[in-house]
C-alpha cells in the first residue's frame, strides 16, 4: 500500500525555470491539498482539489498552477521559479464528507538558485 | 476566525519523564483538532484527532489529548517520553466556515520536542 507518493524529494533549479512537483494517491481520496513549509510561517495552503477537474486556490496561489485530470495524480507546477518559493512542499490528500484529517506525503525540498 | 497558538516554541525533558504540548485554539464553531507529528525530513503523520465524540483522546505511540472548551486548550501529553518521540509537534485546526477551502487545516507555528537520554 504505497499510500501518498511524491516526487522528485528533491531538487534543485535555476530562477525562471519551470518546475513540476509530482503527487500520487493510491486511496482514491476525493480531496488533495498542497502546502509549502516555511520557517516562521509553518504550512500555508498554495492550492486544493476537491475532485479530478474541480480545484481552487488557498492562500498562497500566486506563481502556481495545478491541474487534476485523474483522481490520483496532483501536480504542482511553478511557472517561473523565483526564490522566494524555496521551500519544502507537502502534498496531502483526504476522503470527501466530514472526515476531515488529511494524509501527507513525505515532502519535495525545492531549492531555487 | 480559526486559529491555534502552542505555548512553547521548544520543549526539552528527560527519557522517562512525561510530555506535556500545550495548545489553545480559538473557533466559533465546534472544532475539529488534530496532532501531528513531524520527524526530521518526514512528511507528517495524525497523532490523534478530535471530533466532538470524547472529550480524551487516544492517539499513536501513547500520546493522548484533552479537549478542554471551558480553558480553550487541546494539550498533548505522554506518560514516558522515548527517544524516538524526538520530533516536531503541530496543533491543527479545521478552518470551519461554509467556504472553508476543502477543509483547510490551520497550523500552529509547532513545538520541537527534544528527548534526552
Known amino acids: 500500500d504505497a499510500g501518498i507518493t511524491q516526487s522528485p524529494r528533491y531538487k534543485i533549479t535555476e530562477t525562471g525555470r519551470q518546475v513540476t512537483l509530482m503527487c500520487h494517491q493510491t486511496?482514491?481520496?476525493?480531496?488533495m491539498f498542497w502546502y509549502r513549509q516555511d520557517l516562521g510561517h509553518g504550512l500555508r495552503l498554495i492550492y486544493y482539489?476537491?475532485?479530478?477537474?474541480?480545484?481552487d486556490k488557498g492562500e498562497v496561489p500566486d506563481g502556481y498552477v495545478v491541474s487534476r485530470s485523474k483522481t490520483e495524480n496532483f501536480p504542482l507546477t511553478l511557472e517561473s521559479a523565483t526564490r522566494s518559493q524555496t521551500s519544502v512542499y507537502f502534498c496531502?490528500?483526504?476522503?470527501?464528507?466530514?472526515?476531515?484529517?488529511?494524509?501527507f506525503g513525505p515532502g519535495t525540498r525545492l531549492t531555487v538558485t | 476566525a480559526q486559529s491555534v497558538t502552542q505555548l512553547d516554541s521548544h520543549v526539552s525533558v528527560s527519557e522517562g519523564t512525561p510530555v506535556l504540548l500545550r495548545c489553545n485554539y480559538s473557533?466559533?464553531?465546534?472544532?475539529?483538532l488534530f496532532w501531528y507529528v513531524q520527524h526530521p525530513n518526514k512528511g507528517l503523520q495524525l497523532l490523534l484527532k478530535?471530533?466532538?465524540?470524547?472529550?480524551l483522546v487516544k492517539g499513536i505511540n501513547g500520546f493522548e489529548a484533552e479537549f478542554k472548551k471551558s480553558e480553550t486548550s487541546f494539550h498533548l501529553t505522554k506518560p514516558s517520553a522515548h527517544m524516538s518521540d524526538a520530533a516536531e509537534y503541530f496543533c491543527v485546526v479545521i478552518a470551519a466556515s461554509l467556504y472553508n477551502q476543502g477543509g483547510k487545516l490551520i497550523f500552529g507555528q509547532g513545538t520541537e520536542l527534544s528527548v534526552k537520554p
Open positions: 478530535y471530533t466532538s465524540a470524547a472529550t
Open positions: 496531502a490528500s483526504r476522503l470527501a464528507g466530514l472526515t476531515y484529517e488529511q494524509y
Open positions: 473557533s466559533s464553531y465546534s472544532p475539529s
Open positions: 486511496w482514491s481520496h476525493s480531496y
Open positions: 482539489s476537491a475532485a479530478a477537474d474541480i480545484t
